[in-house]
């Protein structure tokens, strides 16, 4: 089955899914996290989980020495291109939306943290 090891990694992508596509009106709205810039590192946080879900997916389908090779920057580049993809989809689509650069770098900074988080994790692999 080819998505057999990448089920959690499918099922937290449709997690962030559902929560970027969520209608802005149903979304809390606290001025306490707008300080911090909550949202930020959220989705970073998001998309850093995706990142490693992804790799370590694609590690047990593929093996560590191809996931070490392409997996990591197949992974990456997969993370990168969805998190501009749902922005894109949130200013186009969503009512109460709007497509957001930050939030799209903000999702790359995420996957870029799980890069970093993952190749030194990969030392270890066998």
């Known amino acids: 089955m080819l998505f057999r090891h990448l089920r959690l990694a ?3 992508a449709l997690l962030i899914l559902a929560l970027c596509l ?3 009106q149903d979304l809390p709205q606290w001025r306490w996290a707008d300080l911090l810039s909550l949202d930020k590192w959220v989705h970073a946080g998001l998309f850093a989980v995706l990142m490693v879900l ?3 997916g694609l590690k047990r389908q593929y093996g560590p020495a191809w996931a070490r090779s392409k997996g990591l ?3 990456a580049i997969v993370c990168i291109l969805y998190g501009v993809a749902l922005e894109l ?3 186009l689509m969503m009512q109460g939306r709007t497509a957001d650069a930050l939030d799209a770098a903000a999702n790359t900074a995420g996957t870029l943290v799980g890069l970093v988080y993952l190749r030194r ?3 270890s692999w066998t």
């Open 121 to 123: 994790e990969m030392r």
């Open 10 to 12: 499918l099922l937290w």
């Open 73 to 75: 920057w197949t992974a």
């Open 22 to 24: 969520m209608p802005g």
């Open 89 to 91: 989809m949130q200013g």
């Open 54 to 56: 992804l790799v370590l």
